[in-house]
C-alpha cells in the first residue's frame, strides 16, 4: 500500500485484514500474544494511572510477541529475562511519565538491557498508540523506505510521519491513531507477500500443464 494513499477505505480494509493475517502466519503463540499485547496489557496499564508501569513478565511476554511477529531473536530476549523486576517497573514509570515528549521516553526505557528504541516504542505504544506507534520493519519501509537505522532520531520522523497519517485518514465517523497506520501498514505488507508467493506458484502449476498437454500430442 502507498503510504501516501488518503484513500480511507483501504487503509480500513487493511487495518480490518490485520487478525486474519496474523493468523496466517501460523506461528506459535502469536495470536495469543497479539491479544495480550493489543487487548490485555492496554488495560492493566491504564489500571495503574496516575503512575502507569510494566511488570518484567509484562515485558518479556510484549518481547515474544514482538519478536514473534517480526523476526526472532533470541539474545533480546534473554537480556529482557535477566532484568530485575525494581529495574524494569522504574525504567517503565520514567518513560511513560515522560509522555508525550517521546524523546525522552523512548531514551528513560533504553536504559534496560535489550531494550532498544523499537522495544521501547512497543512499550509506549500499549499504552499511547496515539502518540507512540510501534517502530516495525514493515512499518519503517512504508513510511520511511529504509529499516536500517533503529535510532532515537529515525523513531522521532517515524512516529511524526504516523501521527500526521492519522490525522489525515480520520474524519468522518472514522478515527485512525498513529498505530492503527502502523497496524495497517504490517498488514499490507503480509497481504503482498501472501500474493507474491502465491504468484509464485502458479506459473509451475501451468507449466506442468503445458508439458503435460505436449507430451500427450
Known amino acids: 500500500m502507498d503510504f501516501s494513499s488518503n484513500d480511507r477505505a483501504q487503509w480500513k480494509a487493511e487495518l480490518e485484514a490485520y487478525e486474519s493475517r496474523l493468523e496466517s502466519l501460523a506461528k506459535a503463540d502469536l495470536v495469543s500474544l497479539d491479544s495480550f499485547y493489543r487487548k490485555e496489557l492496554p488495560l492493566l496499564l491504564r489500571q495503574r494511572d496516575p503512575d ?6 509484562e515485558l518479556v511476554r510484549l518481547m515474544r ?32 511519565a515522560s509522555l ?3 524523546s525522552k521516553a523512548i531514551s528513560s526505557l533504553t536504559v534496560m538491557k535489550g531494550v532498544g528504541p523499537a522495544t521501547a516504542s512497543a512499550i509506549l505504544a500499549a499504552y499511547a498508540p496515539d502518540i507512540a506507534p510501534f517502530m516495525s520493519d514493515e512499518a519503517m519501509m512504508a ?11 529515525q523513531y522521532m520522523f517515524f512516529a511524526e510521519k504516523l501521527q500526521q497519517k492519522a490525522k489525515e485518514l480520520s474524519g468522518e465517523g ?32 501451468k507449466s506442468n500443464k503445458s508439458s503435460k498437454r505436449k507430451r500427450k500430442h
Open 52 to 57: 502507569p508501569f510494566i511488570s518484567k513478565a
Open 65 to 96: 510477541w514482538k519478536l514473534s511477529r517480526g523476526k526472532w531473536r533470541p539474545r533480546l530476549l534473554d537480556f529482557v529475562s535477566s532484568l530485575e523486576e525494581e529495574e524494569v517497573q522504574l525504567a517503565s514509570k520514567k518513560g511513560f
Open 100 to 102: 508525550p515528549n517521546l
Open 143 to 153: 513510511a520511511m523506505g529504509s529499516v536500517k537505522e533503529y535510532t532515537l532520531k
Open 174 to 205: 472514522e478515527c485512525f491513531t498513529a498505530s492503527d497506520v502502523e497496524r495497517a501498514l504490517w498488514s499490507s505488507a503480509m497481504g503482498s507477500k501472501s500474493l507474491s508467493s502465491s504468484t509464485k506458484v502458479e506459473p509451475r502449476a
